[in-house]
Structure formats: C-alpha cells, structure tokens
C-alpha cells in the first residue's frame, strides 16, 4: 500500500494505493489521526487507487467520520470509490454516513 | 512462486485442488489474496462475486490471527481450495483458539454515526459474500469452509 497526503488551504487529501488490509490499516489510521491531531477536520479520502478494503480499513473511515463530525466541525468525504468497494460500503452499511463524490475536485469543492 | 493447482479425486470425482500453509501474519493476508483471486479466476467469478470471496477470505484470516492466535507470529493458517461442479470450496485450518459463531453479535448496520459499532464487520461480510459458511472443531484443528456457488 502507498499511502499520500496534501493539504490543501480548506481540506486534507489522503490518496492510497493497493490494498487496505489488516496489514496496511494501521498506517492509514495513522495518517488519518495525524490529520484530526493538528486540528483539522474536513478529510477527502480519494479511492482511485485502492484495489481493496477489508473491515479494518472500514474501521479507521469510521473512526475518523466520528472524530471530524463531531462539534460540526468537519467531516470525512469519498470520492473515485471503485464499483466492488462501493458495493462493500453499501453492505457495511457506511453510504449514508459519507458523501460520495465522482471525482476529487467535486469532493475538495464540497469545503 | 505459487503452486500450482493439483488434479486430486475427492468424493470419487476429479477436482481441482490446491493447499498452501501460510504463517499466521497480518503480510500473509496480500498472498492470501492473491491465490484467492486465482481461484475465483478458475472457477469463471465475475469482478463483484470475485471480490466478494476475497473479502470473507481475508475477513476470516484475520480473525484466525487476532481471536484463534491472539496475535501475529502465533500459528499458522492452512489454506485450501477445491472446484467442485458449480461450487468453489475454500477451507482454512488453524490451530488456535475456537470460537462459536453463533455468539458474535449481528452489527447494527442501520443506525446513526454516533451508534455505530466499529467492530463486527468481519463474520457479517463473511455471511453476506458466500452462500455457505461452515465452521467446526477437530481436536486441536478449527476448520471453516466457505462455499461460492455460481449464478
């Protein structure tokens, strides 16, 4: 798994690559804490790259949609979500807790 | 470099059949993934279903690593998957602790963020990718056996 990170002047992009397994999660959670810790809170996770997320993945975007949500102060996005993963958010039932956008410039526009 | 898939005689048919003994760590899961996808290949899966039996695979493995073993480096995880008709058969053994699937708690799928359990994903995407789920205790062996059918 690669893992990248911008921030931009209104959001954070976390972009992955590869698989987010047990394996890989916990170098997502850290990125993703290391984000809400410095105080901010609107997260665009772009999924263009991601060939697979397991439930440990699914953990650390819930984990983190709890923290950014909390107080209003902010909240954690999807965007380019792949087909299978998307049918893996919807069993998990995880659709209606994120806005999903087709593409990271809609997603980055929603802040 | 893998294995390759033997032609074995199982139930008085010829069957594709392959096993491969992978140490019970979190890095096994990408290998794991892998042979799982070769099989869904064989068996003729489309892209969703094939996806769908790798993430119980890896859903299960993990499970085996952190509840059967309590951690990494613990035991190991015997992987086997045979073709049978219409069905793909994939078994994993290990070793560890067993548990009763029965007594793991349904998540609560339908409810607000703040509600939101962050665990127990795991043997509900089982339930949900396979059509069949076996698990049961041989001496000191678990085995769970999830089955894929077509169409």
Same mark, same amino acid.
């Given at each position: ?33 290391? *984000? ?6 609107? *997260? ?8 697979? *997320?397991?439930?440990?993945?699914l953990r650390v975007l819930i984990g983190t949609q709890k923290i950014c949500k909390r107080y209003n102060r902010g909240e ?23 806005? *999903?956008f087709n593409d990271a410039v809609a997603a980055v526009g929603n802040f | 470099m893998m294995p390759s898939p033997q032609l ?77 008709g219409e069905s793909l058969i994939i078994k994993l053994q290990d070793t560890g602790k067993g548990f009763n699937p029965r ?49």
């Open positions: 798994m690669e893992i990248q990170h911008n921030q931009l002047k209104r959001c954070d992009v976390i972009n992955i690559k590869g698989r987010i397994d047990s394996a890989t999660a916990p170098k997502f959670a850290e990125v993703a804490n290391d *984000i809400v810790e410095a105080g901010r809170f609107r *997260i665009v996770f772009d999924m263009d790259g991601v060939d697979f *997320i397991s439930s440990a993945g954690v996005v999807l965007a380019n979500v792949p087909a299978t993963i998307m049918a893996s958010l919807e069993l998990a039932g995880f659709t209606p807790l994120f806005k *999903i | 074995a005689i199982f139930k008085g048919e010829f069957v594709w059949m392959q096993t491969v003994i992978f140490p019970g760590r979190y890095d096994s899961l990408a290998k794991i993934a892998e042979l799982v996808q070769k099989a869904s290949q064989e068996f003729g899966l489309d892209p969703l279903a094939a996806y769908g039996v790798e993430t119980a695979v890896d859903e299960a493995c993990s499970n085996i690593i952190e509840h059967a073993y309590g951690g990494e480096g613990k035991g190991e995880i015997e992987f086997n998957y045979r073709i049978e007594k793991v708690p349904k998540p609560k799928i339908n409810v607000p963020l703040k509600q939101r359990q962050e665990n127990g994903l795991g043997l509900y995407f089982m339930h949900q990718w396979m059509d069949e789920i076996n698990y049961e205790t041989t001496g000191k062996t678990n085995v769970l056996t999830l089955i894929k059918r077509k169409g």
